[in-house]
């Protein structure tokens, strides 16, 4: 294909040994993610791409994590569309973590309705 191949979007979620969510990593791939699991015993969301994260605010709500860290693979540096992906991610975290704070259907309605917008 001329654009590459495109990513169905299943987030995986590799959980460490306690299956605690208080530190969550997010990651691109399963197979990285569970690896990275296994060494560190610290859970990992997989997400297939880094355009990929359309169902992960739902994901992130259910598991309700204390810590989010972001571990996207290095061409980010290189990939003026993977920056991009990069920063809808870091914004997305933003707005979910006010959701959390606020524990508030309504919002999370609302955010949702943003992030649909910003899709299209």
Same mark, same amino acid.
């Given at each position: 294909m001329e654009n590459g191949t495109q990513c169905n979007e299943f987030i995986h979620?590799?959980? /460490?040994? =306690?299956?605690?969510? =208080?530190?969550? !990593?997010?990651? =691109?791939? $399963? #197979?990285? $993610?569970?690896? &990275?699991?296994i060494l560190s015993n610290t859970t990992f969301i &997989?997400?297939?791409? !880094?355009?990929?994260? /359309? +169902?992960? *605010? =739902? !994901? #992130?709500? #259910?598991?309700? *994590?204390?810590?989010? +860290?972001? $571990? +996207?693979d290095m061409d980010y540096k290189k990939s003026e $569309? !993977?920056?991009? &992906?990069? /920063?809808?991610?870091?914004?997305t975290l933003r707005i979910i973590l006010k959701v959390f704070e606020m524990e508030n259907l309504k919002a999370l309605m609302i955010i949702c309705c943003i992030l649909l917008?910003?899709?299209n």
């Open positions: 979620v590799h959980w /460490n040994k =306690e299956h605690s969510s =208080e530190k969550i !990593v997010i990651t =691109e791939g $399963a #197979l990285k $993610a569970k690896t &990275a699991c &997989a997400v297939p791409g !880094v355009t990929s994260i /359309n +169902y992960l *605010p =739902e !994901v #992130l709500k #259910l598991l309700k *994590p204390q810590k989010i +860290y972001i $571990a +996207y $569309a !993977v920056q991009k &992906a990069l /920063n809808k991610l870091k914004w917008k910003i899709k």
